[in-house]
C-alpha cells in the first residue's frame, strides 16, 4: 500500500511539473526553465516550514509565488529568443538556482535542533508533515487535490478567449501580432503561470520526501517535464496525465529490473511519438472519437432508460 | 487617412521600396499593383510593422505609426490579411475570430471581461460576422480543416473582427478561380459600404479593375503612375513596365 501510494505521490508531482511545461508549450516556447523554479518552489516552502515554522499552506503558497515571481523576471530576456537558443537560455538558469541551493547554507537552531539547507549536505528534515500528524494517505490527498485543482484550471483556460489567445500564439506569431496580441505579454503570463505550478509542485515535492539536495534538480529532471505534454500531447490537459502515468507508472515502475536501461526506453518512446503520432497520444482525431463513443454510449443509456 | 511619405526598405543591398508617397482617402478602395518584386508586399509590411523602414513615415490620421509597436497598430485601426493564408489552424472558426476580436475599438475594455468573459453580446457579432463571411454553419470546425476558398474568407472576417478603419488585403484573390474571385469583389464592395477603407494589392487584375477607385504602380520599389483604373489600363509606362517596351516604343522603361 505504501508502494502504490508513493507512485501515487511521484505521479501527482510530475504531473505538475509536466503541466507547468504544457501551459508554456501551448504558446509554442520550449523550456527546460521549469526544473528551476520547481527547486525555488521546494527551497522556499522548505526553509518557510522548517526554519520560521510556518503552517503548510501559506508556506506553498509563498514557494509558488516565488517560484512565479522568478518565472516572469526570466521571462522577458529569455522569451525575446526562441527554440534553440530558449533552450539554452533556460538550462542556464536551472543550473543558476541549482548551483545557487548547491551553495546555501542557513543553519539554524530551531527548537534544540540544527536545521536548514546543508549546502553540499542538501536540506534535510522537512518534516512538517511527520510532525503534525500527517498520514502518508493524507499527503497523498493534498497533491492530487492540488494536480485537480491546475487540471481544473487549465481545462477552463481552453474554453475562454485568454486559452485561444495561448494556442493562437503558439500556431502563428506573426498572424497572432497582426490581431493585436502583445506576444511578449502573452508568453510572459504563460511562463509565469507554469512557474507557479512548478513551485507549487516543488513545495509538495520536497515536503512529501522530507529530503531535497541539488541531485533532485538537475537538468534531466526539466526534460522530463516537457516530455509529458510532448508524449501526451497539447489538445487536452488529460494528455499530459495519461504520459506521466505512462512514463512514471509503467516505464519508470514497471521496468524497474531494466535498471538504467529504461532511459534508453525513455529516449526511444520520445523518437517514436516524434515520427508516428506528432500530435502526441492523445491528438484531435482521438479526442473527437473519444467524444463521439462518450455521446453513444450516454444516448444508449438514455434509450435503454 | 492613411500617408506613406517617402517610405525607403532597404534589405542589405536590395531597395525593396524606395521612395514612395501615396495618400489613401478615407472609404476609397485603393489598389497597390506592380511587376514581382516591385515592393507591393513590402509597403503592406512596413505599414503593419512587420519590418521597421529604413526611412520615410507613415502617418494613420495624422497619428505616426512608427512610434506605434506592431500589435497596438491594430487598436490604431489598421488589420490585415496574409499573401499566404495564416489562420490559426488548430483554433476553431469562431475562436479565430474571438482571437482577433475587439469590443470597440479605441476604449479600453475590462481586463477580466476582455480575457476571459463570454458576453452574449460579443458571441451575437461574432456570429454575425461568420453569417457575413458565409460561414455561419462551420463556427466549431477547425480552421485548418477548412477549403481554400473558405480558409481566405476566415482570414478576411479575421481582420474585420478588429473592427479596422483600414484593411491591407495582400493578395487576398492569389488561387483563387473565377467564380471565387466575383465572390471577393463583392465581399470587397461590401467592405466599402460598411465604411472600411482597403488598401489592395493584388495581381489579379479581373479584382483589382472592378474594386478599386485608385490605383498606384509600383515597379522596382518606385511609383511609376497613379490614377483611375481606366487611366492605368491605358498607360503606356505601366504596360511597358509589365511586358517589356517594344522596339518602336518611344522612352524605355528604364
Known amino acids: 500500500m505504501t508502494y502504490l501510494l508513493g507512485i501515487f505521490q511521484t505521479i501527482g508531482v510530475h504531473t505538475l511539473l509536466g503541466l507547468s511545461a504544457y501551459l508554456l508549450l501551448l504558446t509554442g516556447q520550449l523550456s527546460l526553465a521549469q526544473v528551476g523554479f520547481f527547486a525555488i518552489g521546494a527551497y522556499v516552502s522548505g526553509i518557510l516550514t522548517v526554519i520560521f515554522t510556518w503552517h503548510i499552506f501559506p508556506a506553498l503558497a509563498i514557494g509558488a509565488f516565488t517560484a512565479g515571481f522568478f518565472a516572469f523576471l526570466v521571462g522577458f530576456p529569455a522569451l525575446r529568443v526562441k527554440g534553440l537558443m530558449l533552450v539554452v537560455a533556460t538550462i542556464s538558469f536551472s543550473e ?28 534535510r528534515e522537512i518534516r512538517y508533515f511527520a510532525a503534525n500528524g500527517w498520514e502518508q494517505i493524507h499527503i497523498v490527498g493534498l497533491i492530487w487535490f492540488v494536480v485537480m485543482v491546475v487540471m481544473v484550471g487549465l481545462w477552463w483556460l481552453d474554453r475562454v478567449r485568454a486559452g485561444a489567445v495561448l494556442r493562437a500564439v503558439g500556431t502563428d506569431e506573426l498572424a497572432a501580432q497582426s490581431s493585436g496580441i502583445n506576444l511578449t505579454m502573452v508568453k510572459v503570463a504563460a511562463m509565469t503561470g507554469g512557474g507557479v505550478i512548478a513551485g507549487i509542485g516543488g513545495g509538495l515535492f520536497a515536503h512529501s520526501t522530507t529530503y531535497v539536495d541539488h541531485h533532485t534538480f538537475v537538468i534531466l529532471l526539466a526534460t522530463f517535464a516537457v516530455s509529458y505534454p510532448i508524449i501526451g500531447g497539447l489538445r487536452s490537459v488529460m494528455g499530459t496525465l495519461l504520459a506521466v502515468i505512462f512514463i512514471q507508472g509503467v516505464i519508470v515502475e514497471g521496468l524497474r529490473f531494466m535498471g538504467d536501461y529504461r532511459n534508453l526506453i525513455f529516449g526511444l518512446l520520445i523518437i517514436l511519438v516524434m515520427n508516428l503520432r506528432p500530435q ?14 462518450l455521446g453513444r454510449l450516454t444516448k444508449g443509456e438514455k434509450a435503454d432508460a | 487617412m492613411l500617408e506613406v511619405r517617402n517610405l525607403v526598405k532597404h534589405f542589405g543591398g536590395v531597395r525593396a ?24 508586399s513590402t509597403t503592406v509590411n512596413l505599414v503593419c510593422g512587420v519590418f521597421a523602414p529604413t526611412d520615410g513615415e507613415i502617418l494613420l490620421d495624422g497619428v505616426d505609426l512608427g512610434a506605434v509597436a506592431p500589435h497596438r ?32 475599438p479605441g476604449h479600453e475594455q475590462g481586463w477580466v471581461s476582455n480575457w476571459f468573459g463570454r458576453s452574449p453580446a460579443r458571441r451575437q457579432e461574432i456570429q454575425q460576422l461568420l453569417e457575413f463571411s458565409g ?46 474571385v466575383k465572390d471577393l469583389c463583392k465581399r470587397v464592395l461590401a467592405m466599402k459600404e460598411m465604411g472600411i477603407t482597403v488598401l489592395l494589392v493584388e495581381h489579379v487584375m479581373e479584382l483589382v479593375m472592378n474594386v478599386t477607385d ?40 528604364s
Open chain 1, 96 to 123: 543558476i538556482v541549482r548551483l545557487f541551493f548547491f551553495n546555501l547554507s542557513w543553519r539554524v537552531n530551531v527548537n534544540g535542533l540544527e536545521v536548514g539547507p546543508d549546502s553540499t549536505q542538501g536540506f
Open chain 1, 280 to 293: 502526441g497520444l492523445l491528438d484531435g482525431h482521438l479526442l473527437e472519437d473519444m467524444k463521439k463513443l
Open chain 2, 17 to 40: 521600396v524606395d521612395g514612395l508617397d501615396f495618400k489613401i482617402q478615407q472609404g476609397e478602395v485603393f489598389g497597390l499593383i506592380g511587376p514581382n518584386g516591385s515592393g507591393k
Open chain 2, 73 to 104: 497598430r491594430v487598436d490604431t485601426g489598421v488589420a490585415r490579411t496574409f499573401q499566404n493564408i495564416r489562420l490559426f489552424g488548430e483554433l476553431t472558426v469562431w475562436q479565430n475570430l474571438w482571437v482577433a476580436w475587439r469590443d470597440n
Open chain 2, 135 to 180: 460561414l455561419g454553419d462551420k463556427a466549431d470546425h477547425l480552421a485548418g480543416n477548412l477549403a481554400f476558398g473558405e480558409q481566405r474568407r476566415l482570414e478576411l472576417a479575421r481582420a474585420m473582427a478588429a473592427k479596422p478603419k483600414l484593411i491591407l488585403l495582400d493578395e487576398p484573390a492569389a488561387g483563387m478561380n473565377s467564380a471565387e
Open chain 2, 214 to 253: 485608385r490605383i498606384t504602380v509600383l515597379n522596382f520599389g518606385k511609383p511609376i503612375a497613379q490614377g483611375t483604373p481606366v487611366e492605368i489600363q491605358n498607360n503606356q509606362i505601366v504596360q511597358e513596365a509589365y511586358f517589356g517596351s517594344s522596339d518602336n516604343a518611344q522612352g524605355g522603361a
